[in-house]
């Protein structure tokens, strides 16, 4: 009697997706259907902020495309950790190749909390100029329409904020599809279904719009620095005042880098650990918008035909979610031609989902931090010192027994990349600028990783283009054995290949990435 009740109750949840792609598909209509209040009388001066931690992969793209807006008056300002981010050449670039337009480069602000990105935040809006205040990630593109949209809404006194959906500009790569295909096709509509039904109590992380009026009253940016999602708790915070958050009708678009199916896997895990820690129910609730799991389920309780029935029909209506929200409301052109990705999409989706239910770190910008209570808690690791050695601090216990050298200049990096004609990893670079390279255990395997200043020399020393073209050696385990990186894939995957009898058939992977190298270093 319990088990029937248990099985009628199961069967009955297994209809929740299908009533989440009809309110997806309703959503999406009657937003993108809606019209549209670019006004053209209500155009105050903005002041656009964008925290700069290194670079993107179409850096300048971005950079250049808010520069060509059809706005009357704004500003933007760039905010970088120091003068050694790799961001800041182009950023220069950009200030020459617009000067008719007001840009600003700051570097440095004040630790005010463990955010970086917020800590820059609260310094660009000290010194913005204007009252009405844009935030950008480095990663975002947009349309010469996109400030005349995002300030629209402002008009009316009870809008507090404003957001943007996005949709994903890739360089053709199956993970990096992936990801992107997800943002129109999966993320769009969960939005729209909030919107429908209630409206939005958070921001989207792209683009957040607010004025320093409502930021005042709210705290700052400064109430924001030790949160882990500070756009959910800067929408939420200025709904809890009163105001609304709307939702611009105009989409963005976000640069997604070239990465392997591991990174894309663990970006995708983040974004449903931010979800879990602002929003646990809603968490909680994405497996009620998954039919694939339900389909295994009226298999085990029903039937294997069941099931196929099932599965047949909730495909239908992902696929018509897709087309309509993502193709016809997103104008997202990626959703027609990886379509057929959207079965492994929903897996990967699922997966991620599932994976973010296990405790673990943040990884983020080359630093690790717990989430507690919505807070950034930095795990206490280590990291240089003056003198080169490691000293305690918050860099992550890979390098505990590493002695690692003074940070490299920009300007060698820069060198080392010309002498060789190869861009080097960002990751890399990233390591770079903590350490140039040094030596010493790294978990139980010693390893040595050359200088910037030594990369083309040793490279043309060891004659690997002639022995192995395609490959780029950039240090050692101190023995017979090289690290390189095998330019001839993409991504760039970390080989290792004997000294002696050094050849491309003796390469054998081992990382996708420069970070994912040293975490297999530290297990092994």
Known sequence: MIWTGIRDVLLVLAAAPFAYYFAAILAGSAFFRKERSDSQDFTPPVSILRPICGLD????????????????????????????????????KLIGDFPQRSIRLLIGSEPLGESDKVNKLCRMTREARYDLVIVSDSDVRVEPGFLRAVVAPFSNPEVGGVTCLYRGITDGSLPADIEALGNSTDFAPGVLVAWLFGGLTFMLGAVMATTKKHLAEIGGFESLVDYFCDDYELGNRIAARGYRIELSQLPVAVDYPHEAFGGAFRHQVRWNLSIRASRPLGHLGLIFTQALPWAVVVGALVSPRSAIGYFAAAFLFRNAVATSVGFVGMKDRLVLRRLWLLLFRDVFAFLAWAASFIPQRIHWRG???????????PVATRHLGTSGTMTTSRKGPLLAKFNGNPPAEVAAIRRAEADSGLDLPHDYKEFLLQMNGGEGFIGNMYAVLWRAEELADLNKNYHVYEYAPGLFLFGSNGGGEAFAFDISSNPKWIVSVPFVGMELKEAHPMASSFHEFLQELFKS
């Open 367 to 377: 630093q690790e931090f717990y989430v507690r209570k919505r807070l950034l808690v």
């Open 57 to 92: 992969r179409e850096t300048y793209q971005n950079y250049e495309s808010f520069c060509r807006q059809d706005y009357p008056e704004f500003e933007m300002l760039f905010c970088v950790s120091d003068e050694n981010d790799l961001a800041i050449p182009t950023i220069q």
